[in-house]
């Protein structure tokens, strides 16, 4: 699983220094484990609409998360976290960091 | 509304997949009505306790929210409905569901109920579930720690409802101090997360392995993993999301027939009995060819209506819906949508007015008007009785899989131009904002089928009060019309082209005319505008359909359309004409109570406006074409 940068530069809606932000330079946010993944989330970062989504759906720091892969068209990726089973997109599973 | 002990509402209040719902249907005995939210058209359900539990009691069902902090605008309207509902002011008392499997995240909503200062009862839920994984849930060391009452459901049999019900009355009649609830002011980050481990300890330290409980062979979410590994495979996924919808759509048509016939030739045989009562008479050619006539090209797509509502609380209520959402994420975004537009869009296909109130639950404002935009597009049930009649011209005396295959083609046709319609929109669309999918998956559910059968019922039924009106209002109109002023020549010819109706219709012709159709079927094309199926009716009027009753109306409408003759002589139907009638169809916006909502939902007339003209303009333009393109091959 490939950490897909070039999806926020084709994205007209982000602006470029927000993509930056949650692009993850390190390669350890969720988006770049491959299925089967299992780990604890160290926090979150990104938009603030979308992290406080995710926050309210149980991704909070020291979590255990499970990538358990992802829908059939290759996105969005099936995420499981303190028993709740969600799908988030790519785009999403960089603003989770490990 | 029944009588209620309390003047005030008791709101239920708590995550979506919470078992809300299922609760609400309980305490009520599925005796609610569903309202909308005064000002908007976000619509839940307002009840009261079922008598078998004593005196009554309001109660609310809201939308589904993850948090009091709204991030779209069905939550918005759950939260306003909590504090400061126009009737019911603020509510009560708060019944919070929780999901007793996934009680840690569900307490979020729980916590923020008690810190904004409402009365709360915690119900926790689905308790079956929990069992079977061999846990058991300590309900007196939770109401402790949170400083509420908590009562414990069963999901599957409904366990501790008429304790719920005892402890709501106890605590209505509890007059203590008057209770001050106020609006919670955005959390920071820390608090909510604080809130979220102080939740998850709590979880912990109250759901234990119980030993007493073996652990069930299968349970619900071993049971989810297993069905997800083939529901969402790449391949296997694809090819069950393509089963479920074409078994969806094809029973529309296969499960409905039965009714259908019966309502069509109850109609038919009604109106010839009607007309044979008093022969020549103005009333009763009114009533026939006036009333039941139009009545019954209508309400024979009922069944229709139901079943496709049926389908989709049914697909809802198992936890599929959520899945198809998911998969069709990806196809949706290349369209600048997101995998939230699919409900919408598929509820399209049975009404666009209840889709459009559906695409509320988008959050992102973008993709929410971009679906907005292309729902008038989906193949809306309304149409549905159109292209049966213009397809069984087409195929008069032929198989009927190839009517069905026609219109097969029919719903891709609309699909593909409506992806064409949003990638125009994505353009031409000046909101930008980020757009983003997190989607709960919840475990797969066995449908209560009584609870599926009411909720496709109320929805078929506010449809039907909502057509109803304006189909009687306008069959009176067209009959009018096309009856007077000479209604006592004998040539019905004479008497038609003469009449009102005719006399408007010369008057628009030269517009209908490059569609290869005369002021007939442009009568049937304005009234349209009311509703689609209006068509049907008009043309039933216009062609004074009731007059035999040998046959059920619509295969006598469609002997008349065969006889029917452009001024010149020539056949007014043709394969040309039909046809550009279809595309027409498939693409034109004629409701008006569409192009209302669009405005009301989008708080934009401009929008409403732009779509109204845009599709009207195109659907004319398409059919034009394709009249020509015909005539041009040879086809006529």
């Not at chain 2, 008007?369 to 597009?377: A, D, E, K, R, S």
């Not at chain 2, 306008?474 to 038609?496: C, H, I, K, M, Y």
């Not at chain 2, 043709?574 to 693409?587: C, E, K, N, Q, R």
Request: hydrophobic fraction near 50%; aromatic fraction near 8%; include cysteine.
């Amino acid at each position: 699983m490939e950490l897909n940068v070039d999806a926020y530069s084709a994205n007209p809606f982000i602006e470029p220094a927000l993509a930056q932000e949650v692009a993850s330079p390190n390669g350890r946010s969720l988006a770049d484990q491959a299925a089967g993944f299992s780990g604890v989330i160290r926090g979150l970062a990104g938009e603030v609409l979308v992290v406080d989504r995710l926050r309210e759906l149980g991704f909070v720091a020291g979590h255990q998360i499970t990538l358990k892969g992802c829908s059939p068209f290759g996105d969005p990726l099936i995420v499981e976290v303190n028993g709740t089973t969600v799908a988030i997109r790519r785009q999403e599973a960089l603003c989770i960091q490990l | 509304m029944h009588s209620a002990v309390n003047t005030g509402v008791v709101a239920l209040v708590g995550s979506p997949n919470s078992g809300k719902t299922t609760l609400f249907n309980w305490l009520t005995g599925l005796r609610y009505s569903t309202v909308n939210y005064p000002g908007s058209t976000v619509d839940y359900s307002v009840g009261v306790t079922h008598q078998r539990f004593g005196d009554s009691v309001r109660l609310m069902d809201t939308p589904g929210v993850y948090s009091l902090f709204p991030k779209s605008l069905d939550e918005d309207v759950a939260v306003k409905a909590l504090h400061q509902h126009p009737q019911f002011g603020s509510a009560e008392l708060v019944l919070s569901v929780a999901d007793a499997t996934q009680l840690a995240r569900h307490l979020l909503v729980t916590r923020q109920l008690l810190e904004s200062g409402f009365r709360v009862i915690l119900a926790v839920t689905m308790i079956d579930l929990l069992r079977e994984q061999g846990k058991s849930l300590d309900a007196q060391l939770l109401a402790k720690e949170l400083g509420c009452p908590v009562v414990l459901i069963d999901g599957r049999l409904g366990g501790g409802v008429l304790e719920l019900v005892i402890e709501v009355r106890r605590r209505l009649g509890a007059q203590a101090d008057s209770i001050q609830p106020r609006r919670l002011t955005q959390w920071e980050p820390q608090k909510t997360e604080g809130v979220i481990r102080e939740a998850d300890d709590l979880a912990r330290r109250v759901v234990r392995e119980d030993a007493r409980l073996k652990q069930g062979a299968s349970d619900a979410r071993a049971r989810t993993a297993r069905w997800d590994r083939t529901l969402l495979h790449p391949i296997w996924g694809v090819v069950s999301f393509v089963l479920v919808m074409g078994l969806l759509f094809t029973s529309i048509y296969w499960v409905a027939q039965p009714f259908m016939d019966a309502i069509d030739e109850g109609f038919s045989s009604l109106a010839g009995w009607v007309l044979e009562l008093a022969p020549g008479s103005i009333v009763a050619d009114f009533l026939a060819n006036g009333v039941l006539a139009s009545f019954g090209a209508v309400l024979v797509f009922v069944p229709q209506i139901f079943i496709l509502f049926a389908g989709i609380t049914l697909l809802e209520e198992s936890g599929y819906l959520a899945r198809a959402a998911t998969m069709m994420d990806r196809p949706f975004s290349w369209l600048g949508m997101s995998g939230r537009s699919f409900v919408p869009l598929l509820s399209a296909h049975a009404c666009a007015v209840p889709a459009m109130m559906a695409a509320r639950a988008i959050g992102g404002r973008r993709e929410r008007l971009l679906t907005m935009f292309i729902i008038p597009l989906m193949s809306c049930s309304a149409r549905l009785p159109v292209y049966a009649l213009l397809l069984l011209f087409l195929f008069y005396g032929q198989p009927s899989w190839i009517a069905g295959l026609a219109l097969t083609v029919i719903y891709f046709g609309a699909l593909v131009i409506g992806a064409i319609a949003a990638a125009i929109g994505n353009r031409i669309l000046k909101v930008q904002d980020r757009s983003f999918f997190l989607m709960e998956l919840p475990v797969y559910r066995r449908p209560v089928l009584r609870a599926v059968i009411r909720r496709a019922y109320d929805r078929t039924l506010s449809y039907v009060r909502r057509a109803g009106p304006v189909i009687f209002v306008l069959a009176l109109v067209v009959w009018a019309g096309t009856t007077f002023p000479n209604n006592q020549s004998e040539d019905e010819g004479v008497r038609l082209s003469e009449s009102y109706a005719g006399q408007l219709g010369q008057l628009v012709e030269p517009v209908f005319a490059p569609m290869g159709v005369d002021w007939r079927v442009g009568i049937g094309l304005i009234s349209a505008f009311a509703a689609r199926e209006v068509f049907v009716s008009s043309l039933a009027v216009v062609f004074s359909v009731a007059d035999d009753n040998e046959d059920s109306m619509r295969e006598s409408l469609v002997a008349r359309m065969t006889e029917a003759k452009l001024a010149d002589g020539s056949p007014l139907f043709t394969v040309a004409s039909v046809t550009g009638l279809i595309v027409f169809f498939i693409i034109a916006l004629q409701c008006l109570s569409t192009t209302a909502v669009a405005s009301r939902e989008t708080g934009s007339w401009k929008f409403a406006l732009l779509q109204l003209v845009a599709f009207n303009l195109a659907a004319y333009l398409a059919a034009v074409g394709v009249v020509h393109g015909l005539r041009a091959l040879g086809v006529h």
